[in-house]
């Protein structure tokens, strides 16, 4: 079946400017998480939806940060004001449901700051 | 202290020997331990999970967990090339995120 998807692939944007990234899980996933990646480092946890609700946002830098998941399908990560320092890959990963541990990523979204 | 420490490597192996690959972490309370496959330029793909203390086999793979120690690892078996990536070892936090060493670089020359 359709694993997760993330669009766009890449985003080049200029400091000060208001991107939105999304994220489409697999079917039947209730869980969505949102990790962000920089080179060299292992993801970092950013947020957590369990059906329509952030369950967890407490990874989220600051309040330029914000995610929603209106249908409790797919997400969109929303930065605003970008900075430089946001450079970094985007990724998505689901799961069946909190309990189910095994998450699947997507294929991640390379956001460039200028 | 890091919450979940990795040699960064890179680890060179020989193809066709075994690759062992090892991971710390500091919340003793850990219960759900993975491991993640990345190449380069793409995103992480599950390999292995564990969640009791011994050996769990999966073809090539196998990772052992001894929770006493706090450690994880990884060995593959009769390497190959296209096992050449970074290996992300992950561990469940106690609001279901994942938290995640820096990685390994895993060579394999043929």
């Known amino acids: 079946g359709a694993g997760v998807s993330q669009t766009p692939s890449n985003k080049v944007t200029e400091k000060g400017k208001y991107v939105e990234l999304r994220c489409d899980p697999i079917?039947?996933?209730?869980?969505l998480y949102w990790y962000r990646q920089s080179l060299g480092q292992g993801p970092e946890f950013l947020i957590y939806?369990?059906?329509?609700?952030?369950?967890?946002d407490s990874g989220l830098p600051n309040d330029r940060f914000f995610a929603v998941r209106p249908e409790g399908s797919v997400s969109t990560l929303k930065i605003q004001r970008t900075e430089r320092g946001d450079s970094a890959v985007y990724l998505c990963?689901?799961?069946?449901?909190?309990?189910?541990?095994?998450?699947?990523f997507g294929p991640g979204t390379r956001l460039t700051v200028t | 202290q890091k919450e979940v420490e990795q040699n960064s490597g890179p680890l060179s192996v020989p193809e066709g020997a075994i690759a062992s690959l090892n991971c710390t972490y500091s919340?003793?309370?850990?219960?759900?331990f993975f491991w993640y496959r990345q190449y380069s330029g793409k995103s992480p793909e599950l390999i292995m999970s564990?969640?009791s203390n011994g050996d769990k086999e999966d073809g090539r793979f196998t990772a052992q967990l001894n929770k006493a120690s706090q450690y994880v690892s990884l060995l593959i078996r009769d390497s190959q090339p296209s096992d050449s990536a970074t290996y992300l070892c992950?561990?469940?936090?106690?609001?279901?995120?994942?938290?995640w060493g820096a990685g390994t670089k895993l060579i394999i020359k043929p």
């Open positions: 939806f369990q059906g329509t609700g952030a369950a967890d």
């Open positions: 992950a561990v469940r936090g106690s609001n279901y995120q994942l938290i």
């Open positions: 990963a689901s799961s069946l449901g909190p309990s189910s541990y095994e998450q699947y």
């Open positions: 919340d003793r309370g850990s219960q759900s």
């Open positions: 564990i969640y």
């Open positions: 079917s039947g996933h209730t869980a």
